[in-house]
């Protein structure tokens, strides 16, 4: 089955503790993102990859990083997470930019 | 950069009717207009897209229109019925940009 996998789906954390949000695809896509909701706010484009070893900052990249070494994995890495980066993130995956983006089910973290 | 906005952030409808929903675009280069649905718990899902080299696309009981002058395109559903409630956003990419820019989201509530 064509899917995005998010892990863990959910989670809870104390500022400044280091953090990885895995994701990964199934579809050979070579473009991939991840985006953080937030009421009112919508869908905000953290960071994106248009292919392995190729990263790129979206809107909000501030408190996060990304690395891209195979192509179809893209975690997002919080490295000393604070309480305004509590949010629902979602990753995502296309064959290319102006494509359909296939969205994974979303992991709700809590920073404390 | 570009910058989409949408309306309205809730909309309420009785069964059978139908609903509306606009988005408004800044980059005039902006090619491709993807709109997708959020239902709740899940990530969100393309239901329908456009590309400016058209005006309108349908695809049976949802339709979406496109002003390229007047920078805005809308998604119509028609004969709405309840497994229509979700959050419903816009986006809007252009092809020399690789960042992903959705609107804000409408809340549509189908009432039985």
């Known amino acids: 089955e064509a899917q995005v996998t998010q892990n863990p789906r959910y989670l809870i954390t104390v500022t400044g503790k280091k953090l990885t949000v895995t994701c990964s695809q199934n579809m050979n896509h070579e473009y991939m993102s991840w985006y953080r909701q937030d009421p009112g706010l919508g869908l905000r484009q953290i960071y994106y990859?248009?292919?392995?070893?190729?990263?790129d900052k979206g809107d909000v990249p501030e408190g996060y990083k990304v690395s891209r070494k195979e192509k179809r994995n893209f975690p997002l890495i919080l490295e000393s997470p604070s309480p305004n980066q509590t949010s629902l993130y979602f990753c995502?995956?296309?064959?290319?930019?102006?494509?359909?983006?296939?969205f994974g089910p979303g992991t709700r973290l809590t920073v404390t | 950069g570009e910058n989409v906005e949408q309306h309205p952030s809730t909309l309420s409808v009785q069964e059978g009717d139908s609903a509306v929903i606009k988005c408004t675009y800044s980059?005039?280069?902006?090619?491709?207009f993807p709109w997708y649905k959020q239902e709740l718990g899940k990530g969100p899902q393309l239901i329908i897209d456009i590309r400016s080299n058209v005006g309108e696309k349908k695809d049976q009981r949802i339709a979406v229109t496109l002003n390229k002058t007047a920078k805005h395109f809308s998604l119509h559903i028609t004969e709405t019925q309840p497994e229509d409630s979700a959050v419903y956003f816009c986006?809007?990419?252009?092809?020399?940009?690789?960042?992903?820019?959705f609107g804000p989201g409408t809340s549509l509530s189908v009432i039985p």
């Open positions: 990859s248009m292919n392995v070893e190729v990263t």
């Open positions: 986006a809007a990419m252009k092809t020399s940009y690789d960042k992903v820019i």
């Open positions: 980059d005039s280069a902006s090619n491709y």
């Open positions: 995502a995956s296309s064959f290319g930019k102006n494509y359909e983006q296939y």
